[in-house]
């Protein structure tokens, strides 16, 4: 979250971690530090908002302000250089700034309609009425899976398998999640879309250039010109093999 110039991260409980590299590999950024008052904040404060996330089972808490780390804390058994499983985190550390690249560079407008890149959809009353910016604020109307539930094995139908074989998600949710209110009409939150969105934004990347993906577009647009070590890319967990997936990458969908 950032917000009048604060970064935020709080990480919850974790279920995996990455492992494309060692975990005792050191952090990316090495950020200076500050004390809290030097910045405006209350140092009593930020404990006791540790101890409670705490004992909520949150992991970490990293907060920064005008560049500088003000405070930093761990669990046992986690550090800096800890990874740590993302998540929906990737809307924010991934989806977001994607999106406004993509959109920046003419690639795809939020008021596209879905529909304009998965064909299929147009025979449906409601998908085609749903655009990228419905997607994008989770108010295109498409139901979401429960992981929790997919965990004990409880999910009916299709949406097991969707929790169960992550390399299928996005063929699941552009054929068989359902679209259960107008598109636009309120807010549902629905990870379902996201695997829609990720493999829109893939279409128009392949569109442009044939072989480009979102990670190699997020290096390039995002993290590189940030002065971001080109492996930040390595937040994007799962990706589709499936040909007719054209190598989707997740933007955060869980």
């Known amino acids: 979250l950032l917000a009048g110039g604060v ?11 990455w492992s494309v ?17 030097s910045e405006g904040f209350d140092g009593n404060a930020l404990r006791a908002l540790a101890d409670s996330l ?18 930093e804390w761990y669990a046992p058994g986690f550090d800096a250089n800890t990874r740590h ?3 929906a985190m990737l809307k924010g550390l991934a989806a977001a700034p994607t999106l406004v690249a993509a959109v920046d560079e003419g690639l795809i407008s939020l008021d596209d309609r879905a529909a304009d890149w998965i064909p299929s959809w147009n025979s449906d009353p409601r998908r085609a009425q749903i655009t990228l910016h419905d997607l994008a604020f989770h108010a295109s109307g498409m139901e979401d899976v429960d992981f929790d539930a ?8 299709w949406k097991q398998r969707y929790y169960d074989h992550p390399d299928e998600r996005f ?18 939150y629905s990870g379902v879309g996201y695997y829609v969105l990720s493999y829109i934004v893939t279409e128009a990347l392949q569109r442009r250039s044939v072989g ?3 990670p190699a ?13 080109a492996r930040s890319g390595d937040c994007l967990l799962y990706t589709s093999d499936a040909a007719d997936e054209e190598d989707s990458v997740d933007l955060g969908g869980r």
């Open 54 to 71: 705490a004992e909520r089972g949150t992991k970490t808490l990293l907060i920064a302000r005008h560049g500088n780390v003000v405070f």
């Open 7 to 17: 970064l935020l991260v709080s990480l919850g409980g974790v279920a995996a971690v």
């Open 150 to 157: 997919g965990q004990a094995g409880e999910l009916p139908g």
């Open 217 to 229: 577009f997020l290096v390039d647009e995002v993290y590189g010109p940030l002065g971001l070590p």
């Open 85 to 87: 499983y993302t998540a």
């Open 171 to 188: 063929r699941l949710a552009i054929d068989s999640a359902r679209v259960f209110f107008a598109p636009g009409d309120h807010f549902s």
């Open 21 to 37: 590299h060692p975990l005792s590999e050191p952090a990316l950024v090495d950020w200076p530090e500050a004390s809290p008052a």
């Open 212 to 214: 480009q993906d979102i």
